[in-house]
């Protein structure tokens, strides 16, 4: 049974009642973020309670320490963890002399929180009885400013409702946090410097290792008779990490008092004096003020939906699910700056270490280059043309490959390897296959070429190099293979020839093979500097051609599919209509080892493969593959219901493309895989978008041009989405009766729906 406690809603995400068995999945679901920084909802005041406190900033990590029982070569050294940030939020309370927790109030009624996808804000409301016998209403709204994106503000109101109250709030800023997941229990943080001023304070603290520096900063005002009070504190608490300030309120019974806090971060890697940036923004903040800083919130974001949304009409769930998945997209990253980049958490939870995985170039490119301008997926690109160095260290140090090959990492912040299991670390290198997907699939999308000779075919070179020797020729087949890898499907470790990563390292090589020659004869000059600089010759290049054109790929001819790895038939297939239900989810239940030896699927590589290359393959080899495929996937990762989907909607098998697009939509939201209380799954989200533009809508682009090939669900009236196309926006309404396509812009675009080529007027 799947929660259930989130109300369907068009444009909000609500709860209503307390429970405090639904604290940390709410966290998590409430979560608050602007591409800079972003939180949990945890709340401000003091709680008691089972909670999972965090605060992240975007491209703020530590080398946490790899823990194992025996150490192997090639283990990364260390595993980056999203470091808990200083917490800024807190707001203790005392009221009537008693201090105010939620855990420990005697009642707790109208308790309601909301997070408002459509204006980008975090509000909690609820009655509380202190064990005092003091009645109050609470009234609090968050938001982190898309604007000023250093910047987070909180109104908090308090109203006694039986009797007088004393109210002393107690905001204060906090660097001395931990990680939950914290290997060796270290310290993350080194406090700098505690500074104070009037109503403004500022604890500065940096990482230790890697050295990055943060200033927190609070301002407070004091509200009370609908008006501001120029209070400054009773008095201060500091210590070496934290500083709390004191506020004294006498408030009649029915009046509503409260304090509105500005407070976040400004970090070493924007400013030389963090302290003055701080100072500056909060003066930028205040000359705002609240009602402004709101207003701003409102209108940044209706931008981003006028672009980004998708309607469905008719199904409330399937609407509630595709904006919560777009939204946390946008929270996580705007694309504003090449050096970050897109962790499965986003800033939900610390799980995955908040590092960059294959997940952004296999799923989220898409989303950004089609909601987005398309400098915002070449700066995704960029990220790891800058890493490029270090993939080639990567190849170097740990599996002692030569002449520039390119391993990227399975899981980084700065380039370097930092996942710390040896099966994923050095087995799941079919990543590389996705890097070199995006750049090919960016050119596909945007038709702009030029990415290719200024950055992406050093990235290529790197890459065919790699394929090229981690290939081995097999004399009994006579055949090139690629032995002791782990796919997409992590549910195999070190197994023979998984297709998927065969596959994609035959089109790797290929690909990297034909820019060459397109980018000789089109970019000389840069062609003679590239060449120059990595060494490569026409004898290398015709090694290369040998490996990509006798690849061997598994395949049962009887049943005339691909096998995932040369030794899937051999298991004992037991489809997963006949499991047990109590046995699933089965990475929860069953031992690693029965798991390995199990037919069951996590996501299916066979088909990732049919969905990056759909053309390279028939509508029936597709047909036989996903139905074998598929009854053997237990879509235990969150990156796998999608591409089902998907590939559901394409053979017209509605009620299972519905299906899946319900699963991966509201996999959070409804908690499929019984662990949101860690954080959202954001990168499988672009998967969610994916699933009804490719999958429902049938976009794709063949020879320059858009494609659509719509098809709707039975329970849908009707859905629409835009497309920013090579600058054009391209605008598809489909319901049961017809397909209609509008076009913002100046110049006329032919499209093709079902094959049929439509010429779009402008406006029109």
Same mark, same amino acid.
């Given at each position: 049974?799947?929660?259930?406690?989130?109300?369907?809603?068009?444009?909000?995400?609500?709860?209503?009642?307390?429970?405090?068995?639904?604290?940390?999945?709410?966290? $998590?679901?409430?979560?608050?973020?602007?591409?800079?920084?972003?939180?949990?909802?945890?709340?401000? @005041?003091?709680?008691?309670?089972?909670?999972?406190?965090?605060?992240?900033?975007?491209?703020?990590?530590?080398? =946490?320490?790899?823990?194992?029982?025996?150490?192997?070569?090639?283990?990364?050294?260390?595993?980056?963890?999203?470091?808990?940030?200083?917490?800024?939020?807190?707001? =203790?309370?005392?009221?009537?002399?008693?201090?105010?927790?939620?855990?420990?109030?005697?009642?707790?009624?109208?308790?309601? %929180?909301?997070?408002?996808?459509?204006?980008?804000?975090?509000?909690?409301?609820?009655?509380?009885?202190?064990?005092?016998?003091? @009645?109050?209403?609470?009234?609090?709204?968050?938001?982190?400013?898309?604007?000023?994106?250093?910047?987070? *503000?909180?109104?908090?109101?308090?109203?006694?409702?039986?009797?007088?109250?004393?109210?002393?709030?107690?905001?204060?800023? =906090?660097?001395? *946090?931990?990680?939950?997941?914290?290997?060796?229990?270290?310290?993350?943080?080194?406090?700098?410097?505690?500074?104070?001023?009037?109503?403004?304070?500022?604890?500065?603290? #940096?990482?230790?290792?890697?050295?990055?520096?943060?200033?927190?900063?609070?301002?407070?005002?004091?509200?009370?008779?609908?008006?501001?009070?120029?209070?400054?504190?009773?008095? *201060?608490?500091?210590?070496?990490?934290?500083?709390?300030?004191?506020?004294?309120?006498?408030?009649?019974?029915?009046?509503?008092?409260?304090?509105?806090?500005?407070?976040?971060?400004?970090?070493?890697?924007?400013?030389?004096?963090?302290?003055?940036?701080?100072?500056?923004?909060?003066?930028?903040?205040?000359?705002?003020?609240?009602?402004?800083?709101?207003?701003?919130?409102?209108?940044?974001?209706?931008?981003?939906?006028?672009?980004?949304?998708?309607?469905?009409?008719?199904?409330?769930?399937?609407?509630?699910?595709?904006?919560?998945?777009?939204?946390?997209?946008?929270?996580?990253?705007?694309?504003?700056?090449?050096?970050?980049?897109?962790?499965?958490?986003?800033?939900?939870?610390?799980?995955?270490?908040?590092?960059?995985?294959?997940?952004?170039?296999?799923?989220?490119?898409?989303?950004?280059?089609?909601?987005?301008?398309?400098?915002?997926?070449?700066?995704?690109?960029?990220?790891?043309?800058? #890493?490029?160095?270090?993939?080639?260290?990567?190849?170097?140090?740990?599996?002692?490959?030569?002449?520039?090959?390119?391993?990227?990492?399975?899981?980084?912040?700065?380039?370097?390897?930092?996942?710390?299991?040896?099966?994923?670390?050095?087995?799941?290198?079919?990543?590389?296959?996705?890097?070199?997907?995006?750049?090919?699939?960016?050119?596909?999308?945007?038709?702009?070429?030029?990415?290719?000779?200024?950055?992406?075919?050093?990235?290529?070179?790197?890459?065919?190099?790699?394929?090229?020797?981690?290939? $081995?020729?097999?004399?009994?087949?006579?055949?090139?293979?690629?032995?002791?890898?782990?796919?997409?499907?992590?549910?195999?470790?070190?197994?023979?020839?998984?297709?998927?990563?065969?596959?994609?390292?035959?089109?790797?090589?290929?690909?990297?093979?034909?820019?060459?020659?397109?980018?000789?004869?089109?970019?000389?000059?840069?062609?003679?500097?590239?060449?120059?600089?990595?060494?490569?010759?026409?004898?290398?290049?015709?090694?290369?051609?040998?490996?990509?054109?006798?690849?061997?790929?598994?395949?049962?001819?009887?049943?005339?599919?691909?096998? #995932?790895?040369?030794?899937?038939?051999?298991?004992?297939?037991?489809?997963?209509?006949?499991? =047990?239900?109590?046995?699933?989810?089965?990475?929860?239940?069953?031992?690693?080892? %029965?798991?390995?030896? $199990?037919?069951?699927?996590?996501?299916?590589?066979?088909?990732?493969?049919?969905?990056?290359?759909?053309?390279?393959?028939?509508?029936?080899?597709? @047909?036989?593959?996903?139905?074998?495929?598929?009854?053997?996937?237990?879509?235990?990762?969150?990156?796998?219901?999608?591409?089902?989907?998907?590939?559901?909607?394409?053979?017209?098998?509605?009620?299972?493309?519905?299906?899946?697009?319900?699963?991966? $939509?509201?996999?959070?939201?409804?908690?499929?895989?019984?662990?949101?209380?860690?954080?959202?799954?954001?990168?499988?989200?672009?998967?969610?978008?994916?699933?009804?533009?490719?999958?429902?809508?049938?976009?794709?682009?063949?020879?320059?041009?858009?494609?659509?090939?719509?098809?709707?669900?039975?329970?849908?009236?009707?859905?629409?989405?835009?497309?920013?196309?090579?600058?054009?926006?391209?605008?598809?309404?489909?319901?049961?009766?017809?397909?209609?396509?509008?076009?913002?812009?100046?110049? @006329?675009?032919?499209?093709?729906?079902?094959?049929?080529?439509?010429?779009?007027?402008?406006?029109?």
């Amino acid at each position: 049974m799947n929660q259930d406690y989130i109300k369907p809603d068009n444009w909000s995400i609500i709860e209503e009642g307390f429970d405090r068995e639904q604290v940390k999945s709410s966290e $998590s679901l409430f979560s608050i973020g602007n591409g800079a920084m972003g939180q949990r909802a945890n709340f401000e @005041e003091n709680y008691t309670g089972e909670t999972f406190q965090g605060s992240y900033i975007a491209g703020i990590y530590y080398p =946490d320490k790899t823990k194992v029982g025996w150490w192997k070569n090639g283990y990364p050294k260390y595993f980056a963890k999203v470091l808990n940030a200083p917490n800024w939020i807190g707001i =203790d309370i005392e009221i009537n002399g008693e201090n105010f927790d939620l855990n420990t109030c005697t009642e707790v009624s109208n308790y309601r %929180r909301e997070l408002n996808m459509k204006e980008g804000w975090y509000h909690r409301s609820f009655h509380a009885t202190l064990k005092n016998g003091t @009645e109050v209403a609470v009234d609090v709204r968050r938001f982190l400013s898309l604007d000023l994106d250093e910047v987070g *503000v909180i109104n908090y109101e308090i109203t006694p409702l039986n009797k007088d109250a004393k109210i002393i709030y107690k905001p204060y800023i =906090d660097a001395g *946090v931990t990680n939950e997941d914290a290997n060796w229990d270290e310290k993350f943080w080194e406090p700098l410097d505690v500074k104070k001023s009037g109503n403004e304070a500022f604890v500065t603290a #940096q990482t230790f290792k890697t050295h990055f520096k943060v200033t927190t900063f609070m301002q407070n005002t004091i509200f009370a008779k609908g008006e501001k009070q120029n209070l400054s504190p009773i008095s *201060v608490d500091t210590k070496s990490d934290k500083i709390l300030f004191y506020y004294d309120v006498i408030v009649a019974k029915g009046e509503k008092s409260g304090i509105q806090k500005i407070g976040g971060y400004t970090v070493s890697l924007n400013h030389e004096d963090t302290i003055l940036a701080a100072e500056n923004v909060i003066k930028t903040a205040l000359a705002k003020g609240y009602n402004q800083l709101l207003q701003d919130q409102i209108d940044a974001w209706a931008k981003i939906w006028e672009m980004s949304d998708i309607t469905i009409d008719g199904d409330v769930k399937a609407q509630q699910g595709i904006r919560f998945n777009i939204f946390q997209l946008n929270q996580t990253y705007l694309g504003k700056d090449s050096r970050l980049n897109i962790g499965p958490k986003g800033f939900t939870g610390e799980k995955y270490g908040g590092s960059t995985y294959w997940d952004t170039e296999a799923y989220c490119i898409p989303f950004y280059m089609a909601t987005k301008d398309q400098q915002v997926a070449r700066n995704l690109l960029t990220y790891r043309y800058n #890493q490029l160095d270090k993939a080639i260290e990567n190849a170097k140090d740990n599996l002692g490959f030569t002449n520039g090959a390119a391993l990227y990492p399975m899981v980084t912040m700065n380039g370097e390897e930092c996942h710390n299991e040896w099966e994923i670390t050095h087995e799941e290198i079919h990543r590389n296959g996705a890097i070199a997907f995006a750049i090919y699939n960016y050119y596909r999308f945007t038709g702009d070429y030029s990415y290719i000779p200024e950055k992406g075919l050093e990235v290529l070179i790197g890459i065919a190099r790699f394929w090229h020797q981690r290939a $081995s020729f097999s004399k009994n087949k006579n055949q090139y293979m690629i032995l002791g890898v782990t796919g997409p499907n992590e549910y195999e470790n070190n197994i023979n020839n998984n297709f998927y990563t065969n596959y994609i390292a035959k089109w790797c090589i290929d690909y990297a093979a034909e820019q060459i020659q397109k980018v000789s004869l089109e970019y000389p000059s840069d062609h003679k500097r590239i060449i120059e600089k990595v060494k490569l010759s026409d004898a290398e290049l015709q090694e290369w051609n040998k490996v990509a054109g006798n690849m061997y790929f598994p395949r049962s001819e009887e049943m005339g599919i691909y096998l #995932q790895q040369d030794g899937f038939l051999d298991k004992d297939l037991v489809r997963v209509k006949d499991l =047990d239900r109590s046995q699933r989810p089965i990475n929860q239940k069953w031992s690693w080892d %029965r798991v390995l030896r $199990s037919p069951y699927i996590k996501q299916a590589d066979v088909l990732q493969c049919f969905y990056f290359f759909e053309d390279h393959f028939s509508k029936e080899e597709l @047909e036989r593959n996903f139905d074998f495929y598929e009854s053997f996937t237990v879509h235990e990762s969150s990156l796998s219901p999608c591409v089902h989907s998907i590939q559901a909607a394409l053979l017209d098998k509605m009620d299972m493309a519905y299906a899946f697009y319900l699963r991966t $939509s509201r996999l959070d939201l409804d908690d499929y895989n019984k662990e949101v209380e860690e954080g959202c799954h954001i990168t499988s989200m672009a998967g969610t978008w994916m699933s009804i533009v490719e999958g429902f809508g049938g976009m794709r682009v063949k020879n320059d041009a858009l494609h659509f090939s719509p098809k709707i669900p039975k329970e849908w009236g009707g859905y629409s989405f835009k497309i920013n196309f090579r600058n054009q926006i391209v605008k598809i309404s489909v319901n049961h009766q017809e397909t209609k396509l509008s076009l913002e812009g100046t110049q @006329e675009l032919t499209v093709f729906v079902n094959g049929t080529a439509v010429l779009v007027q402008p406006n029109n």
